[in-house]
């Protein structure tokens, strides 16, 4: 079965700090992977995805994501943390080898940056 | 450009009541998908319209249907309303499938309360 694992259910930094949300994948053939981010109350924002080729994904706000094919992982990363980048980040993947529409979701982890 | 529109925006609904809620896609994206977001459950993949036909469900009991209209607009109707099925309802839309290589974008959600 495909699957999405966020160890970490909250992840606290300081301002300024950077900042590194985990992501582990666990699916059957090559993935397609994504970060939303939500803020309270809100729907899921689109941050980034990794298709294909370079395994450093650029995307919104300055974060940033590495694709690891051999640790199955997609660490999101951003070099200084902002007190509003305060939310809850997700992780997901869906599969290029099949066509279902469906993404599936990690977990969840909440961002805590403090001033 | 206009993002995902879902409304209501909240509803708070009695068990066994029925409920319809609405997603206008980007302009553009021809699918469009529901996922519930319970507590405690995570985000769960529940429908996947594409050119006005179903392609795809999620574990989901049959009373949880939709359709999409010609417009690429899309209702999600859930019958016999239970207490489970509190959450917040967000819709998705995308250019395309494209095997999973469109980002979907998400609405803000419909919360639905059931007492």
């Known amino acids: 079965a495909q699957s999405v694992a966020q160890p970490e259910d909250q992840v606290n930094v300081a301002e300024g700090n950077p900042l590194t949300v985990k992501c582990t994948y666990s699916?059957?053939?090559?993935?397609?992977l994504f970060w939303y981010v939500q803020y309270p109350n809100r729907g899921l924002q689109f941050l980034l995805k990794y298709i294909t080729g370079d395994n450093l994904v650029k995307g919104s706000y300055g974060f940033e994501a590495e694709f690891n094919k051999s640790q199955t992982s997609f660490h999101l990363k951003k070099p200084s943390a902002l007190v509003s980048d305060s939310a809850l980040y997700f992780c997901?993947?869906?599969?290029?080898?099949?066509?279902?529409?469906?993404?599936?979701f990690g977990q969840g982890t909440t961002l805590q940056v403090k001033p | 450009e206009a993002g995902v529109t879902q409304s209501p925006t909240h509803l708070i609904k009695t068990r066994g009541q029925q409920v319809t809620l609405r997603c206008s896609p980007i302009?553009?994206?021809?699918?469009v998908y529901w996922y519930q977001q319970a507590l405690g459950l995570g985000l769960q993949f529940l429908l996947w319209?594409?050119?006005?036909?179903?392609?795809n469900r999620g574990n989901f009991p049959p009373r949880f249907s939709g359709r999409q209209f010609p417009n690429y607009s899309s209702e999600l109707n859930v019958n016999a309303l239970e207490l489970e099925d509190s959450a917040l309802y967000l819709c998705?839309?995308?250019?395309?499938?494209?095997?999973?290589?469109?980002?979907?974008?998400f609405g803000p959600g419909t919360r639905l309360t059931v007492l």
């Open positions: 997901a993947v869906s599969l290029l080898s099949s066509n279902t529409g469906k993404l599936i």
């Open positions: 319209y594409d050119e006005g036909e179903e392609r």
């Open positions: 998705a839309s995308s250019q395309g499938t494209g095997f999973g290589a469109y980002t979907q974008y």
């Open positions: 302009s553009g994206h021809t699918s």
């Open positions: 699916v059957s053939g090559n993935p397609y």
